[in-house]
């Protein structure tokens, strides 16, 4: 909070490889819930009703359903960043899923930013307006 940096300089900054700003990743429904980690520190932990997505140090990615959510678990795993976000849009499988995990808001018509992981260190970020 307070923070008036745009994301494009920050990212310059520190010469980032990935740079999203997205204002309902960790504020859902303006419920502080769900878990925030970051540069592999617990910022919040709290329950919550929507996936989560946890990037970890060896670069591996996946999303966690809400029950799945364990802290210890996940820095043991070498958790560096985690978004509350959603919703996924493959299943396990690689298929386009027909039922989302998520709320209404987000069903709406807004800008999106969309993460596809292919295999650990290789992302790709897709934006759209």
Same mark, same amino acid.
């Given at each position: /909070? !307070?923070? $008036? *940096?745009? +994301?494009?300089? /920050?990212?310059? %900054?520190? %010469?980032?490889? +990935? =740079?999203v700003n997205g204002d309902s990743y960790n504020n859902n429904r303006h419920k502080n819930n769900g878990t925030i980690i970051r540069n592999g520190i617990i910022y919040r932990s709290a329950p919550t009703n929507v996936e989560t997505c946890v +990037?970890? %140090?060896? !670069? $591996? /990615?996946?999303?966690? =359903?809400?029950? *799945?959510?364990n802290e210890q678990v996940l820095i043991d795993s070498g958790a560096y960043q985690s978004w509350v976000f959603g919703p996924s849009l493959l299943d396990e499988n690689g298929r386009a899923k027909t039922h989302y995990l998520t709320w209404d808001y987000i069903r709406e018509s807004h800008p999106r930013t969309a993460i596809g992981y292919y295999e650990p260190g290789h992302l790709l970020p897709q934006a759209q307006s």
């Open positions: /909070m !307070g923070y $008036t *940096e745009k +994301l494009s300089d /920050m990212s310059d %900054r520190i %010469r980032s490889v +990935l =740079a +990037l970890n %140090r060896d !670069g $591996t /990615m996946k999303i966690y =359903a809400p029950d *799945e959510i």
